[in-house]
């Protein structure tokens, strides 16, 4: 597989992502810990059968366990850190703050070996940022409070979390991907026990409901994350770490195809953003 060929594929899990707000909020009521639950145990399940029907189970049992601790650390925290962020400060500045970690990807990206980070790379991450902030700010009307101070953090630590599991996961490449499905299910185990400590059980209340949250288990929550691996461990990194920041415009744009958003021009405005800085990015690659 080429360089091109993985970045390409990794690309895919932002496509994915997009319709996480989409399946999120068709997933109401379920508390967070519980979706975790369900999803996880959607994706890892599919994935495991998936290993076993291609004959990849030999190659699990080579994994050592801190590799299965790191991944599983990596899907289980940013996850309970991200959904305890909103849950604990507004949804667009909390949102905003966890958004860093495209930008953090690019930025670490500069101390693995073989990679050299250029000035078209980070001038791309913060036009990204800068195009996330337009949507994700866009409907905010009380800006950042120092009452909301702990979920502001919370939402920092879910940044640096998922910028540093992708980022490590480049030292992991002979890791075989089919190990994400073992990181997925160990994510549901820890969100099940968690959810029993800490949150009322209460399932989709509808067809719409549990559809929803199928689609999280088998996209978002389920794919996304095997062909991320791909992608961050064999591709362009600092590519994907600034073509990620169209997942919140992608997102944006399916809430409106659904009903849920309008357009506006600050959705014009991200669009050149995000693409101006993926192409700066792409260009400085390319460069190299």
Same mark, same amino acid.
């Given at each position: 597989?080429?360089r091109?060929?993985?970045?390409?594929i990794g690309?895919?899990a932002?496509?994915?992502w997009? =319709?996480?707000?989409?399946f999120?909020v068709?997933?109401?009521?379920?508390?967070?810990l519980?979706?975790?639950?369900?999803c996880?145990?959607?994706?890892g399940?599919?994935?495991l059968?998936w290993?076993?029907a291609?004959?990849g189970?030999r190659? =699990?049992?080579s994994?050592?366990?801190r590799?299965?601790?790191?991944?599983t650390v990596?899907?289980f925290g @940013?996850?309970?850190? @991200?959904?305890?962020a909103?849950?604990?400060a507004?949804?667009?500045?909390?949102?905003?703050?966890?958004?860093?970690w495209?930008?953090?990807i690019v930025?670490?990206?500069? =101390?693995l070996p073989?990679?050299?980070?250029?000035?078209?790379?980070?001038?791309?991450?913060c036009?990204?940022?800068t195009?996330?902030?337009?949507i994700?700010?866009?409907g905010s009307s009380t800006g950042?409070?120092?009452?909301?101070?702990?979920?502001y953090? =919370?939402a920092l630590?879910?940044a640096?979390?998922?910028?540093?599991y992708?980022?490590l996961?480049?030292?992991l490449?002979?890791?075989?991907?089919?190990?994400?499905a073992?990181?997925?299910i160990?994510?549901a185990?820890?969100?099940?026990?968690?959810h029993l400590?800490?949150e009322e059980?209460?399932?989709?209340?509808s067809?719409?409901g549990w559809?929803?949250?199928?689609?999280?288990g088998l996209?978002?929550v389920?794919?996304a994350?095997?062909?991320?691996d791909?992608?961050v461990?064999?591709?362009d990194?600092?590519i994907?770490?600034?073509a990620s920041?169209?997942?919140?415009?992608?997102?944006?744009?399916a809430l409106?195809?659904?009903?849920?958003a309008?357009p506006?021009w600050?959705?014009?405005?991200?669009a050149?953003?995000?693409?101006g800085?993926?192409a700066?990015a792409a260009?400085?690659?390319?460069r190299?």
């Amino acid at each position: 597989m080429t360089r091109t060929q993985a970045t390409s594929i990794g690309f895919l899990a932002v496509l994915l992502w997009s =319709l996480l707000a989409l399946f999120t909020v068709g997933s109401t009521p379920t508390p967070p810990l519980l979706l975790n639950t369900i999803c996880f145990s959607i994706g890892g399940t599919l994935g495991l059968i998936w290993t076993w029907a291609s004959g990849g189970l030999r190659q =699990l049992r080579s994994v050592g366990w801190r590799t299965y601790l790191f991944g599983t650390v990596g899907l289980f925290g @940013y996850h309970a850190l @991200y959904f305890s962020a909103l849950r604990m400060a507004p949804a667009a500045e909390a949102g905003l703050i966890a958004y860093l970690w495209p930008l953090l990807i690019v930025l670490f990206s500069g =101390l693995l070996p073989g990679e050299h980070l250029r000035i078209g790379h980070l001038i791309g991450a913060c036009l990204g940022f800068t195009g996330a902030a337009v949507i994700i700010a866009g409907g905010s009307s009380t800006g950042f409070q120092a009452a909301y101070l702990p979920g502001y953090g =919370l939402a920092l630590l879910c940044a640096l979390t998922w910028s540093g599991y992708s980022v490590l996961s480049r030292r992991l490449g002979h890791t075989p991907t089919s190990s994400v499905a073992v990181f997925c299910i160990a994510t549901a185990i820890a969100s099940g026990a968690l959810h029993l400590t800490l949150e009322e059980t209460i399932w989709p209340d509808s067809g719409y409901g549990w559809a929803s949250v199928v689609a999280l288990g088998l996209g978002p929550v389920g794919l996304a994350f095997n062909v991320w691996d791909i992608g961050v461990k064999q591709g362009d990194i600092q590519i994907l770490g600034t073509a990620s920041y169209a997942a919140p415009l992608l997102s944006t744009l399916a809430l409106v195809v659904a009903g849920i958003a309008t357009p506006s021009w600050g959705l014009a405005i991200a669009a050149v953003l995000v693409t101006g800085g993926a192409a700066l990015a792409a260009r400085a690659s390319l460069r190299r």
